[in-house]
């Protein structure tokens, strides 16, 4: 069974950092762009950031422009979300996910993990 798996996720001060760390298990997702998607106390998932298969070309939504890397080491198969600069707006569950060609569209993404809460304190 195919899984992603997310980690590295906990509490963190407000202008802190965090990285996220995605590995699936099962498979390998080397040719598959990956995603990073968030959902925030009371509000529906939203798009975070992606990249594609090579690493080459990266997309971020505006909310974490500047302030988030995304970035992945097929080697190891797995990819990252490096955070920085966190805000308390920044708290929600992240989770990973694969899809086959490049989108922000939540439903054009294959398999997903079951997310890590990051929390950022005030």
């Known amino acids: 069974q195919v899984q992603l798996v997310e980690s590295g996720g906990g509490l963190v001060q407000a202008g802190g950092s965090r990285r996220l760390s995605c590995a699936p298990s099962?498979?390998?997702?080397?040719?598959?762009?990956m995603g990073w998607f968030r959902r925030a106390p009371g509000k529906e998932r939203e798009f975070v950031a992606t990249?594609?298969?090579?690493?080459?070309?990266?997309y971020y939504a505006n909310s974490v422009k500047g302030r988030f890397t995304v970035s992945r080491d097929n080697a190891k198969n797995t990819v990252y979300l490096q955070m920085n600069s966190l805000k308390p707006a920044d708290t929600a569950v992240y989770y990973c996910?694969?899809?086959?060609?490049?989108?922000?569209?939540?439903?054009?993404?294959?398999?997903w993990g079951q997310g890590t809460q990051v929390t950022v304190s005030s």
């Open positions: 099962g498979r390998t997702f080397s040719n598959y762009f």
């Open positions: 990249i594609n298969w090579s690493g080459t070309s990266t």
């Open positions: 996910a694969a899809a086959r060609g490049a989108t922000i569209r939540q439903d054009e993404y294959d398999y």
